[in-house]
């Protein structure tokens, strides 16, 4: 039998690649399985020999030791791979098959599923509705960051390629379809941002340039994005977005009043999460900033897309109240203004079939949007390393030296 590597936390700040045990179909004991998990048979489920695996910004939280992430955890929720081995159960899919993995895993049976909620099943996790691969409190599914991974609920959750070949061509656009280009796409699709749309988009991360591709695809006339790293404000520029340098300047309305003539949005989109700052030359954490800061600038009336992550528990946060993701927001001010807020995870199979057809066609153009860069397995820790440091990249894992 085939061995198995892949890249596991090994604590606050630090991970390593690994020999994790080749996966069968089912979810044997490990660090993060809930007890009532533990020899849950997947018969329903497959193999896969990972193609690509992205690193994440939500992988970074658990790394920073900004959750209560257990030390062994396997990482990865953002994974396309080849189909190696089918269960007794599955029916549809086959061996040689192309496919995306939604980062969440859905069963496809409960009530949540049956109404595309598919990011808050209610069977895949004892502890709380939703489940993801390798992620903290999800379940204590095994990441991808891996050679090889096992995807239960194959049939109802894998998004098959039509073309292999063709689908090769573009693997670094299909790569983002498993978490990435959705969430950014359902930031921007529940803030509201349709034909003429003026739109703020917090952060330049990876999330945030996606949501940024997202409005524009969705018809936004204007599309502005605030970071304080001018490297990723430049990623944002080289695809027609407008920027603001939130470090140079503190006073975000008057920087969008010199773009649009007036101080306000249509709508906006929080791609930051619990981990953000305040503005100015010397800001400091303040994990309500952007939600705050969206709220001013946003007008009457407008929605706020929020896929920035937010945790129930912060053994990072510097007062004891973040600590528990009680958060200083101002919701009066929401409130005053009729605003709408969508949080959650993203229900990535809602959007990732047409987001699939629009890669396919020519017209999204995701890798270059994020600045998709290809490493190897082995080179997963200085990845890590690297994106924690603020490059504006989005990094790929390809285990095998799958891609020419």
């Known amino acids: 039998m085939a061995g198995n590597r892949g890249v596991v936390y090994t604590g606050t700040g630090s991970?390593?690649?690994?020999?994790?045990?080749?996966?069968?179909?089912?979810?044997?004991?490990g660090p993060g399985v809930p007890a009532s998990n533990v020899g849950r048979k997947c018969e329903h489920g497959v193999i896969l020999k990972v193609v690509t695996t992205n690193i994440c910004g939500s992988d970074q939280h658990m790394v920073r030791g900004r959750t209560t992430a257990?030390?062994?955890?396997?990482?990865?929720?953002?994974?396309?791979?080849?189909?190696i081995e089918v269960g007794r159960d599955v029916e549809f899919i086959k061996k040689g098959d192309?496919?995306?993995v939604p980062f969440n895993i859905a069963c496809g049976r409960c009530v949540m599923c049956r109404e595309q909620k598919t990011h808050i099943c209610t069977n895949v996790n004892p502890d709380r509705p939703g489940a993801a691969y390798g992620y903290v409190d999800m379940g204590g599914w095994v990441g991808g960051q891996s050679e090889y991974v096992m995807v239960p609920y194959a049939d109802f959750q894998l998004l098959v390629f039509p073309d292999k070949d063709k689908?090769?061509?573009k693997i670094l656009d299909l790569t983002m379809l498993s978490d990435i280009f959705p969430t950014g796409y359902h930031g921007a699709y529940t803030a509201g941002v349709r034909t003429g749309s003026t739109v703020?988009?917090?952060?330049?991360?990876?999330?945030?340039?996606?949501?940024?591709?997202?409005?524009?695809?969705?018809?936004a006339s204007a599309v502005i994005v605030g970071d304080l790293n001018e490297e990723r404000l430049k990623q944002a520029s080289s695809f027609g977005c407008e920027t603001v340098n939130l470090k140079k300047h503190d006073r975000l309305g008057e920087q969008i009043e010199q773009i649009l003539g007036v101080p306000e949005v249509d709508c906006a989109i929080d791609a930051v999460g619990f981990e953000a700052s305040e503005h100015g030359e010397n800001a400091e954490e303040q994990p309500a900033a952007v939600l705050n800061a969206i709220m001013d600038v946003t007008q009457a009336g407008g929605k706020l897309g929020i896929p920035g992550l937010y945790v129930t528990e912060d053994p990072g946060a510097a007062d004891k109240d973040a600590q528990l993701g009680s958060l200083k927001v101002r919701f009066?001010?929401?409130?005053?203004?009729?605003?709408?807020?969508v949080t959650g995870q993203t229900?990535?199979?809602?959007?990732?079939?047409?987001?699939?057809?629009?890669?396919l066609s020519g017209k999204a153009q995701i890798a270059k949007a994020v600045n998709a860069t290809v490493i190897g397995l082995d080179d997963a820790p200085r990845g890590y390393s690297d994106f924690d440091s603020g490059v504006a990249?989005?990094?790929v894992i390809d285990p095998h030296g799958s891609i020419s």
Do not use: C
């Open 15 to 29: 991970v390593a690649v690994q020999d994790i045990g080749y996966p069968d179909l089912v979810l044997k004991d």
């Open 70 to 83: 257990p030390e062994g955890l396997v990482l990865g929720h953002e994974i396309t791979g080849e189909v």
């Open 98 to 100: 192309l496919v995306s």
């Open 167 to 169: 689908a090769m061509e």
């Open 200 to 219: 703020y988009v917090a952060g330049a991360g990876p999330v945030g340039l996606a949501a940024a591709h997202a409005a524009q695809l969705l018809g």
């Open 332 to 341: 009066g001010q929401g409130w005053a203004k009729a605003h709408t807020f």
């Open 347 to 359: 229900p990535a199979m809602k959007y990732n079939r047409m987001l699939m057809k629009s890669i």
């Open 393 to 395: 990249r989005k990094f």
